[in-house]
């Protein structure tokens, strides 16, 4: 049910502000976790693990939404190397948004530790307890939030760039307010 | 839509403008860049992190790549936890209500050196890791003192560098662990156990205490602030330092495996019940001798492993992974032992290659 418009709908802009929130604030808490000896580590630690998969169960639902509802086109005259880069930076976010809770999941599973989300609730351990395999998905997990921490702020770069540069209504596409694109 | 025919609403920005348009969104991606390199801890050097204490840890002597960072050294045993279902009044963790449950642990000596002679291991430890039918973990580390040397992670990071390697002498100054007790009177539980408690030839006869506080969180949601300690049931048979020395470097495990070879052994899970008053946060303090015990269930050690291809090997016994019905108390080592347990586990993880596993038959290269 594709259609032309020129905003993304309500229920995508609310999806992406929530997804926005969360992922913030879980680079932030796990950064801030693996830094420190005090006892927030163990609140930290608490969070990171159900709001991440809280984030893989919003994305899949969103990533659902997004082939469903589509999205408004960029401007005609926004130059192909600009599309392209929009294109491909939202492909990797979307790519990260997935890959990072599954990858801190198996590394737990990896690392034979129990997946507790809350109390008695916990998650089945889906890979196989190895070492080695922990070993990759351990740097994997911090290399990956590096490089979500960096495409976010590309992101963010870009859509500032939309708003006051170019004013072109992308940035009030999703956000609601600035600029329209004339 | 398009807006090639039609003329742009935007005045045109001067070259000026766009430029400090861009520069203020430049500073927006250096201030979110500095604050989340603030929140991770490059920017504050003197910030205690999981990395520096387990670097501190490490320069102990001897090559501790490929194992743990403290209690390096350890032999792996499976067995059974026996609950009595006594504790089912205070907590509902699953393994606390009458049943069996399957146990991996670890003995092991607080060193730092994984090659060390067992005669260096003054502190024993014991780990284990309880497991219920519906998958609820109980890991817990246990040491044979009756107190903790300090009260929180600062200063175990400042009595860990008194025991570092000094390059020029390649020993640890002993002088400086001496002005760190002097300094530090709420150790002086721990000196004087260090000092008068005897030395035995095993792990077997040694009583092993949580030191840590925890809360027991019972059916109605009320929390019982608690210690435990695996108590054995054979006595423990002193025996003269000298004569330790004459026993060979791995005296610890010899002893394990002859006893097992015997039948197993048993330990009394004891659970101790603070009064309104004793500390929850400071494991320097014991607890008057009158409080309320509780024999919670009984640990059967049946079988023992060398620990490179042993089934303790890979786990990481943090005592904070707790089943519904335990948690932690206030008490600020726990969460640095949690998250320093969790660093020298990813760093010992990545180095396999530095304690290789024994190849068996059909083993891949």
New interface residues.
Partial sequence: VRTERDSFSGLQRALHWLTAIMVLTMLFIGVGMVSTLKPAFLTLVAIHKPLGIAILALVIFRIGVRLWLGAPPLPGDLPRIQVLAAKLSHVALYALLIAMPLVGWGMLSAGGYPIVLYGPIHLPEFLPHDDRLHAILRTAHTVLAFMFFATILLHVAAALFHAWVRRDGVFRAMAGIGPRNQ | ????E?P???AP?SPLA?GG??A??GA??FI??V??VY???WLSPN?????R?VAALSDRGGNPLGHRRNHAKGTCFTGVFEANGAASQYSVA?MLAAGRYPVIGRFAIAVGNPDASDIMGRVKSMAVRIVSP????WRSGMNNIPVFVVSN?RDFYELTLTQDIDPPTGKPDPAATKRFFAAHPESAPFVEWNQTAPWTASWADQAYNSLNAFRFIDAGGTSHLVRWAMEPEISPTPVPHAALATMGPNFLEQDLFRRLADGPLTWHLAVTFAEPGDPSNDATKVWPPDRKRVDVGTLIVQKAEAEADGPCR???YDP??L??GIA?S?D?L???R???Y??S??L???E?ADYPYTPGPGDRP
Avoid: W, Y
């Fill in positions: 839509m398009s807006d090639e039609n742009a609403r935007h920005l766009v348009r861009l203020v969104i927006v991606l979110s860049a604050a989340f929140v991770g801890g910030r205690l992190t999981p990395g204490m699953p519906d998958g609820q973990e992670p890979d786990f990481n904070t992974i089943p519904n932690v206030d600020p726990l969460a640095a949690s998250a320093a969790a660093k586990f990813d010992r993880t990545s396999v």
